[in-house]
């Protein structure tokens, strides 16, 4: 399928006087994982809260789903469709793990809230496990699994994930990489994550590359030498 679901163009982003985007376009189609690759400071945490709403563009248009979003706030966008899991914040803490959960699926039917629930514990069963405890008492890695489970829990139509490799073994990595394709096959739905990890190549249908605020490449991921990849764009 080659039905784009999100667009953006010509966008530019500043902080105070600092650009930090200049003139990117960019789209994901339906059932795509698109990686946003690009060393530390080239704009992708930008790139994905401009999106989201939670950086608040200078100039350029956003569509999504046929809508124009640009001027929508947050919630208006998750309640379409489109959820944000940010690097670091993304679960309550003090609140147990089932609730976490919980809060999530609110806005879906109550039929599908419980498949949803069901889906999640199924791909990460230590959030089954230890659902009564508090999201703090988890490890990092667990903490990861719980925010993705919360993004699931949303059933996006696009989830948007900033670097969830950070801080993660190289195994977990593996899985979690595993697990975000296993979602996509599963629902049918797009993830659009930025990365600095080498693996986003098993796992990305396309990449995009971000340098310097500026677009580098937007090619297929078989299309694209690692090597080139690697050295430019990635770390270990
Ligand atoms: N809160 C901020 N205040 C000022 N400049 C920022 C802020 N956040 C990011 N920047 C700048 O914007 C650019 C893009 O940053 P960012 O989107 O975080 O990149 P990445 O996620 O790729 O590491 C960088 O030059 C960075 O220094
Ligand atoms: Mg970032």
Excluded at 149 to 175: F, Q, Y
């Amino acid at each position: 399928m080659n039905e784009a679901i999100l667009k953006v163009k010509d966008l530019n982003a500043y902080y105070n006087s600092v650009c930090a985007l200049k003139g990117i376009n960019f789209h994901a189609n339906v059932d795509e994982i698109v990686g946003i690759v690009g060393p530390n400071g080239a704009g992708k945490t930008t790139l994905l809260e401009s999106i989201a709403g939670t950086h608040k563009i200078r100039e350029g248009e956003i569509y999504f789903l046929d809508h124009r979003i640009e001027h929508w706030p947050v919630l208006k966008r998750r309640k379409l469709g489109l959820m944000l899991i940010p690097q670091e914040g993304n679960v309550f803490p003090m609140m147990s793990i089932k609730k976490n959960l919980e809060v999530s699926v609110l806005y879906s039917s109550r039929e599908e809230r419980e498949k949803l629930l069901d889906y999640v514990y199924e791909l990460f069963p230590v959030l089954w496990t230890k659902r009564k405890n508090n999201a703090n008492t988890l490890s990092g890695g667990q903490q990861k699994m719980l925010a993705i489970g919360i993004g699931i829990a949303a059933n996006p139509r696009v989830m948007l994930i900033d670097e969830p490799s950070i801080g993660l073994a190289p195994k977990l990595v593996t899985r979690l990489f595993d697990t975000l394709k296993k979602i996509k096959e599963d629902s049918g739905n797009t993830i659009v994550l930025s990365e600095q990890n080498i693996k986003i190549l098993n796992i990305a249908d396309r990449l995009f590359g971000l340098e310097a605020g500026e677009i580098k490449f937007d090619e297929k991921t078989e299309n694209l030498s690692r090597q080139v990849i690697k050295d430019l764009y990635l770390g270990g």
